[in-house]
Nanobody
Framework: QVQLVESGGGLVQPGGSLRLSCAAS????????MGWYRQAPGKQRELVAR???????TYADSVQGRFTISRDNAKNTVYLQMNSLKPEDTAVYYC?????????WGQGTQVTVSS
């Protein structure tokens, strides 16, 4: 049974930082590309950042230079370090694991950026 469990969301002031974690089980983690997506109210889910098994990273233009994705294959965990947060970063953040046609999602964690 595949499980992706996100943690680390919360309420933060503009300019602040948060680190999201996603712990995976039930998959050969090192083989999977891992991604963070987000969905704000009334908007479509969008890719935030992605890291492949060979540690190639991609970022949405809106977070480039502020967010950093990383992975620890020994812990089966992917991280998203979010700095200089803005109100427009407010969304539910989802973890995704993808390998060929296999794709799995976590339950999501809420990030709210507000003063």
């Amino acid at each position: 049974q595949v499980q992706l469990v996100e943690s680390g969301g919360g309420l933060v002031q503009p300019g602040g930082s948060l680190r999201l974690s996603c712990a995976a089980s039930g998959i050969t983690f090192r083989r999977y590309a891992m991604g963070w997506y987000r969905q704000a109210p009334g908007k479509q889910r969008e890719l935030v950042a992605r890291i492949t098994g060979t540690v190639i990273t991609t970022y949405a233009d809106s977070v480039q230079g502020r967010f950093t994705i990383s992975r620890d294959n020994a812990k089966n965990t992917v991280y998203l370090q979010m700095n200089s947060l803005k109100p427009e970063d407010t969304a539910v953040y989802y973890c995704n694991a993808q390998l060929s046609f296999d794709s799995y999602w976590g339950q999501g964690t809420q990030v709210t950026v507000s003063s």
